[in-house]
């Protein structure tokens, strides 16, 4: 559809059509007169040369914006049964071949961008997984380096990972792992942690939680400073914050290093004015923060302290999980060595 003219514009346009179609000399005699108001618009030498849409000044080309596509389920499957190549054993999608056989890298972007469309709707999901594309995605993930495509691909996983099925077979085809690699994981959720929105610092630490459970995520944390970042967010305003800052620290300290670098960061201090039964979630993993730093001798020392807060908890609280948790907290700060498993005796 065309773009809508200015009144004026279309006015004067038909004036000046008109002009090339019926001018005469007399018509061009009777037009030239100055005092003659209908001859105004056909005077040539008041127009600008060439198109009047683009050169008119006070009328500048219009770019209209156009509608986004829309595909849909039917027209999905309508064009799946023009994509897919009957064989004896298999049904192979036109996309999957492409991807298996060119090297064009305009064919192969192309050809991802309709995996993308594929694989958002879930009956078109369930046939490509069907016809094995996540394998042939998770080997462009781990060589491409065209930055389209690393984006294309990543929607790709995005959409496959809807499905559970789809899920274990990407951690299985080690996609997650070149995702986290691909946005350098660590370094990006330290640094958005700082940031003022707080719907952002949340989702960054809770990302930072998640990557600190493999260990690699947890070597990574500690040689960039993650606990120094981490231990302001306990004393946050916000309750969030400080839940997911705590999980992110717990999944830290699990490591023998982790254990070491809390207490020489100075995050002992941090813990004692939480042991509160306020909020039961902050309660339970401020206390496993503590197990996990009281493996460390000189951590044991400075904690034994809490004995007497934790004793009052066990007491105060009708959680049974609080409970315990407190008194394997005791034991913990109790011994010098590992503590037994048998925690019947802590009061």
């Not at 809508?4 to 514009?9: F, H, Q, Y």
């Not at 500048?60 to 064009?79: A, C, D, H, Q, S």
């Not at 064009?104 to 490509?128: F, G, H, N």
């Not at 499905?163 to 691909?182: F, G, N, P, Q, R």
Request: charged share 25%.
């Amino acid at each position: 559809m065309p773009p809508l003219e200015d009144d004026t514009v279309r006015q004067c346009k038909a004036w000046w059509y008109a002009d090339q179609q019926i001018r005469t000399e007399d018509m061009t005699r009777f037009v030239n007169v100055p005092d003659c108001e209908e001859g105004y618009p056909l005077l040539k030498s008041e127009l600008p040369p060439g198109n009047l849409m683009e050169q008119h000044a006070d009328h500048p080309k219009v770019y209209w914006p156009t509608e986004e596509p829309r595909i849909t389920l039917g027209y999905l499957n309508f064009m799946y049964s023009k994509l897919v190549i009957h064989s004896s054993n298999t049904q192979l999608p036109a996309t999957v071949r492409i991807l298996k056989t060119t090297t064009d890298i305009v064919y192969r972007q192309k050809a991802v961008q309709w995996c993308v469309e594929m694989l958002c709707t879930p009956d078109s999901r369930v046939r490509c997984i069907l016809a094995g594309i996540l394998p042939l995605l998770a080997e462009m993930a781990q060589t491409e380096e065209d930055m389209y495509l690393k984006q294309e691909l990543t929607m790709c996983f995005k959409y496959a990972s809807a499905s559970t099925e789809a899920w274990d077979a990407l951690v299985d085809l080690k996609c997650i792992d070149k995702l986290v690699e691909y946005v350098d994981a660590v370094s990006t959720a330290l640094r958005l942690m700082d940031s003022r929105f707080l719907d952002l610092k949340e989702s960054a630490t809770r990302f930072l939680c998640l990557l600190c459970f493999h260990i690699k995520g947890k070597d990574q944390a500690l040689k960039q400073g993650a606990i120094e970042k981490l231990l302001p967010h306990l004393h946050h305003i916000e309750p969030r914050i400080q839940v997911f800052g705590l999980a992110a620290l717990m999944s830290i300290t699990i490591a023998v290093e982790g254990k070491f670098r809390i207490l020489d960061a100075g995050g002992i201090p941090y813990i004692k004015p939480m042991l509160d039964l306020t909020d039961d979630v902050i309660c339970l993993y401020i206390l496993q923060l503590m197990i996990n730093t009281a493996h460390r001798p000189g951590a044991r020392k400075k904690l034994q302290n809490c004995i007497s807060i934790l004793r009052k908890m066990i007491t105060e609280s009708t959680s049974a999980w609080i409970k315990r948790t407190c008194r394997q907290c005791i034991q913990q700060l109790q011994f010098t060595s590992r503590p037994y498993p048998n925690l019947r005796f802590v009061r």
